[in-house]
């Protein structure tokens, strides 16, 4: 930097001959003016200025030196202009982490519509439910469930993420609907093991007391989708997020439990890797998605990732439309990650062989 700032000082003398008037225009002291210059010649080991009582004016070396620094200095203008605008405008690109099932089903979403609202905008969205070193991955925003650690990172709150008790109507049923937090001893619970603690669950009653419930079941699964899809089928009582759980709460195919007792919520944060000179791109979406979450933010996410999905089947000529509910037609897949889904299998129609023989055509 004291390199660029020699040049633009000899640039500067040059031009007005002067330097003092050079040193009086950049803000310094005639005396250190000259020692940069001298310096500047030192280092090159050549002879830039012709000094005497009648001014200042370039030597033949200087006035070839004095050409090229006036294409660098441009340069180095044109750099810091870019520099300015990518820092004070919403544009470039955006690295985002989030874990995988609020990724898929909260965050995606999101990120659509504000790329719609920012056109200038380039979106790199990846979903992890590992820790994400933000430095050394180069991720501009990272979304966090739960209590941060104290660190050197930037972070603002951005709502929170309540949970809740679901079973389906037909498993409670056949097996009684739990009243007390107690009650659930007696029952088979759908295990979420990412969570530390898994095997007890953690209630607050209307008193504000904490009470901590031991549970046990058959299923244990680190995928959220598969808790849920297991819930629907009548194989238990899950703790699970609202957001998972909203769509098929709202169709009735699960409800509610222990509604007076609530479970843990989490905080939800958006994460970044400092928090001085923040570009606008990071502030600006971390502003927008603050307003996200206010109230039951869960339920136009829910409306939100109710799709309409036109797709051509195999064997078909004509499209056909289909509105797709993410959380009720995807079944999850047995890789363990809670939103890497596996589409139901096509069956084609049946197609004539020989004599009138109706075969399968297989997908």
């Not at 993420?161 to 007696?186: C, H, I, K």
Request: hydrophobic residues 40%.
């Amino acid at each position: 930097m004291d390199r660029i700032q020699a040049v633009r000082l000899f640039m500067r003398v040059v031009d007005l001959g002067s330097f003092s008037k050079a040193a009086a225009e950049l803000g310094i002291g005639q005396p250190a003016a000259t020692k940069q210059v001298a310096r500047l010649e030192q280092q090159l080991g050549a002879r830039l200025l012709h000094r005497s009582t009648l001014g200042v004016t370039p030597t033949e070396i200087g006035v070839l030196y004095y050409e090229k620094c006036k294409v660098i200095a441009h340069h180095v203008e044109e750099a810091e202009s870019v520099a300015t605008l990518m820092q004070s405008q919403v544009r470039g690109a955006l690295r985002i982490s989030t874990s995988v099932a609020f990724g898929r089903r909260v965050m995606a979403p999101m990120v659509m519509r504000f790329m719609q609202l920012n056109p200038a905008l380039r979106v790199d969205l990846s979903f992890d439910d590992r820790y994400v070193n933000l430095v050394e991955q180069g991720v501009d925003v990272a979304i966090r469930m739960g209590r941060l650690a104290d660190s050197t990172l930037g972070a603002r709150h951005l709502g929170m993420n309540p949970w809740v008790l679901v079973a389906s109507p037909a498993y409670l049923a056949e097996r009684g609907t739990p009243r007390e937090p107690d009650d659930l001893t007696s029952h088979d619970a759908l295990i979420y093991s990412s969570v530390q603690g898994d095997a007890r669950w953690t209630f607050t009653s209307p008193e504000g007391q904490a009470l901590s419930v031991p549970v046990a079941g058959r299923l244990r699964s680190n995928n959220l989708s598969a808790l849920l899809s297991a819930a629907r089928e009548g194989m238990g009582v899950a703790a699970l997020p609202r957001y998972v759980a909203h769509e098929s709460l709202r169709t009735g195919a699960v409800v509610t439990l222990l509604d007076r007792h609530a479970l843990p919520a989490q905080e939800i944060h958006a994460v970044y890797p400092s928090p001085r000179m923040v570009p606008a791109k990071v502030t600006e979406f971390i502003g927008w998605l603050r307003g996200q979450f206010d109230g039951a933010w869960w339920e136009s996410q829910s409306k939100n990732s109710r799709e309409t999905v036109s797709t051509t089947q195999p064997g078909l000529s004509e499209p056909s439309t289909s509105t797709v509910t993410r959380t009720d037609t995807c079944t999850p897949s047995p890789t363990g990650s809670a939103d890497r889904i596996k589409p139901r299998a096509r069956t084609r129609a049946p197609t004539r062989t020989g004599a009138g023989k109706r075969t399968l055509s297989q997908p």
